[in-house]
C-alpha cells in the first residue's frame, strides 16, 4: 500500500527568508511524486512533479522540490519565500503499478509573515 | 480552455437522504477523479472514470457510486447519507493517452461542499 507523510502541520516563515515543506512516502516499486497548493475556497492546483530523471524538480512560482530515494523524501523547496506563498501545500504519490491511485498527504500549513 | 466546473457549490442534506454532485473536465481531458476531503485532511481518493468505467477504487463503500458521460463529464452519487459525509468533494480531470496512469497531473474544481445534519 501507497502513503505519504507531511510531519508538520503548520510552517512559518518570514518573508524573504528560504522555505522548507517536508514530505516521506512509502510506495512499492517506483514512485510519481507531486506537490499541489490549495488557496482558499479553492481547489487545488499542480505545483511540480518527479518522474524520473533528475532529483531536483522546478515548478510554477519559484518552487522546487528534491527527491531522496535512500530517505524516501520529497521535501518542497523555494529559496526567497512571499507572503503571497502562504497556502495549504499537499504533498501527493503515485506508483506505477497502482495506475490511477494518486493519495494524498495530510497537507501543511504555511504562512509567510511580512 | 475552460476548466474543471462542479455543482453544486454548496448544499445540504439530512442523514438518510441523497445526493448528486456533478462535474464537467477540462476540455481536452478524458478522465475524471473523486476525492473527499474532510476538515482540515488531505483529499481521499473515492474512484477514478476513464472510457465510462470505474479505473480504480479507494476504501468507500458501494453507496458511493458514479458515472462517466461520452462527454467525459461525471456524477457522484452517494445513498443513505451519514453525517460523516460532510466534506468538501473535489473533481480533478486529467488527460490520458490510454489507460490511466499514476503520472498523469490532475486539474481540480474548486469542489462542492456538503454537509449532512
Known amino acids: 500500500a501507497q502513503s505519504v507523510a507531511q510531519p508538520e502541520d503548520q510552517v512559518n516563515v518570514a518573508e524573504g527568508n528560504p522555505l522548507t515543506v517536508k514530505c516521506t512516502y512509502s510506495?512499492?516499486?517506483?514512485?510519481?511524486l507531486f506537490w499541489y497548493v490549495q488557496y482558499p475556497n479553492r481547489g487545488l492546483q499542480f505545483l511540480l512533479k518527479?518522474?524520473?530523471?533528475?532529483?531536483l524538480v522546478k515548478g510554477s512560482y519559484g518552487f522546487e522540490a528534491e527527491f531522496n530515494k535512500s530517505q524516501t523524501s520529497f521535501h518542497l523547496k523555494k529559496p526567497s519565500a512571499l507572503v503571497s506563498d502562504s497556502a495549504l501545500y499537499f504533498c501527493?504519490?503515485?506508483?506505477?503499478?497502482?495506475?490511477?491511485?494518486?493519495?494524498f498527504g495530510s497537507g501543511t500549513r504555511l504562512s509567510i509573515r511580512p | 480552455e475552460t476548466g474543471v466546473t462542479q455543482s453544486p457549490t454548496h448544499l445540504i442534506k439530512t442523514r438518510g437522504q441523497q445526493v448528486t454532485l456533478r462535474c464537467s473536465s477540462q476540455?481536452?481531458?478524458?478522465?475524471v477523479s473523486w476525492y473527499q476531503q474532510a476538515l482540515g485532511q488531505g483529499p481521499q481518493f473515492i474512484f477514478q472514470?476513464?472510457?465510462?468505467?470505474?479505473?480504480g477504487r479507494g476504501n468507500f463503500p458501494p453507496r458511493f457510486s458514479g458515472l462517466q458521460f461520452p462527454n467525459y463529464s461525471s456524477e457522484l452519487n452517494v445513498n443513505a447519507l451519514e453525517l460523516d459525509d460532510s466534506a468538501l468533494y473535489l473533481c480533478?480531470?486529467?488527460?490520458?493517452?490510454?489507460?490511466?496512469?499514476?503520472?498523469?497531473?490532475?486539474?481540480f474544481g474548486a469542489g462542492s461542499r456538503l454537509t449532512v445534519l
Open positions: 480533478a480531470s486529467s488527460k490520458s493517452g490510454g489507460p490511466p496512469s499514476g503520472a498523469n497531473v490532475l486539474t
Open positions: 472514470y476513464y472510457r465510462e468505467e470505474e479505473n
Open positions: 518527479y518522474i524520473t530523471g533528475d532529483n
Open positions: 510506495v512499492s516499486g517506483n514512485p510519481y
Open positions: 501527493a504519490v503515485s506508483a506505477y503499478s497502482s495506475a490511477s491511485k494518486i493519495i
Open positions: 476540455s481536452g481531458h478524458n478522465t
